[in-house]
């Protein structure tokens, strides 16, 4: 597309909003009720990245050869009974400066590729990451790709997560996820779509598995804990669940003076992390299935709420995490 076209396209969707906002005003009652339906996602990565290729996979136009993006592609995708504009954004340098400020506070939520197999650009696409994510919406639900999935040398999850220092979204209270795709035979494509949409629509908010959780103050004085799950399977939670108390106190003392992370994979089959936040420090076990991020976002929800209603906190965690959150505790809900 040349910048002349880009230019009109832009005119073109200024016009059109402009006047689906005229009738948004008639309509906004209507709206109110049903909640809205429509929402635009800005696509980001260095070029190449495969950002094209994944929106053409949704559209299921993937026998289409794909060429870099000049400027930017406004696609409109349906799913879900929703209708998205896709803000697919050229990657090279130029467009970076020029465009993709604008259409990342413009979006609802933000998606950024990398080409999980590039590690030589590893670096300049962390750098890029970091600084245009500043841009997005408080609420935007950021979702990061590892693309490329589907290539043999391309990168773990785990190693990604390292290297884009991911771990930093702790700080930062916007719902993020980390998923492994390959726009080029669509694995993982939808699953991480339906995430996006989840979490837009509020629905997967509090959808995880948590089998225990541990509540203490910075002093590492338990004050609550709640085990979770059926009772056979307690008694397999049991074990590390005394762990996960000791750790508590132990990483309570440690994490006095910030916020951090500590992944205790070697000591645990199941995904453990440790967060503090105010006067609260909170350990929860969850799915292993589930990303580590997705626990330290729950933890920060969770703790949140404990630093809001500090009398909460000497109540049963178990109760109170059932009774305030539709959360799917192991073997379902008690
Ligand atoms: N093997 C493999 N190749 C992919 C994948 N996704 C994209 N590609 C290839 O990577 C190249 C770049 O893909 P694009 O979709 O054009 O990348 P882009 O991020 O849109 O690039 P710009 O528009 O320049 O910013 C193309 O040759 C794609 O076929 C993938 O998951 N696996
Ligand atoms: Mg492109």
Request: charged share 30%; aromatic share 10%.
């Amino acid at each position: 597309m040349s910048f002349y076209e880009f230019r009109k396209r832009i005119m073109e969707e200024k016009k059109r909003r402009e006047q689906q906002g005229q009738q948004t005003k008639v309509e906004t009652s209507q709206e109110s009720v049903v909640g809205r339906n429509k929402f635009s996602v800005a696509l980001l990565g260095l070029e190449r990245a495969g950002k094209t290729s994944l929106v053409k996979k949704l559209l299921k136009q993937d026998d289409i050869v794909v060429r870099p993006t000049y400027g930017v592609n406004l696609e409109n995708y349906q799913y879900r009974d929703l209708n998205f504009t896709c803000f697919d954004l050229g990657g090279h340098q130029p467009f970076r400066l020029s465009l993709w400020k604008k259409f990342i506070e413009r979006a609802d939520a933000v998606i950024y590729l990398v080409d999980s197999a590039d590690h030589a650009r590893f670096d300049e696409s962390k750098q890029t990451f970091w600084h245009y994510i500043n841009f997005a919406k408080q609420s935007a639900p950021v979702l990061f790709l590892a693309n490329k999935g589907d290539l043999p040398n391309s990168k773990e999850l785990v190693e990604i997560n390292e290297s884009f220092e991911l771990d930093k979204f702790l700080r930062n209270l916007r719902p993020f996820n980390i998923k492994k795709v390959s726009a080029l035979t669509g694995q993982g494509v939808y699953s991480a779509w339906d995430w996006i949409v989840d979490v837009l629509c509020g629905a997967q908010q509090w959808k995880v598995k948590i089998g225990a959780a541990v509540l203490s103050d910075i002093d590492g004085n338990i004050l609550s804990e709640a085990l979770f799950g059926r009772p056979s399977e307690q008694a397999l939670v049991a074990n590390d669940f005394k762990k996960l108390k000791e750790l508590t106190k132990l990483f309570a003392i440690e994490t006095r003076e910030s916020i951090q992370s500590v992944k205790l994979e070697s000591l645990y089959k199941k995904h453990v992390s440790h967060v503090k936040r105010g006067a609260y420090c909170l350990s929860v076990m969850i799915d292993p299935i589930d990303p580590v991020t997705r626990a330290q976002q729950i933890q920060l929800r969770i703790l949140e709420n404990f630093s809001r209603n500090p009398t909460e906190a000497q109540k049963n965690l178990g109760e109170v995490l059932e009774s305030k959150f539709p959360l799917e505790v192991e073997g379902g809900r008690r």
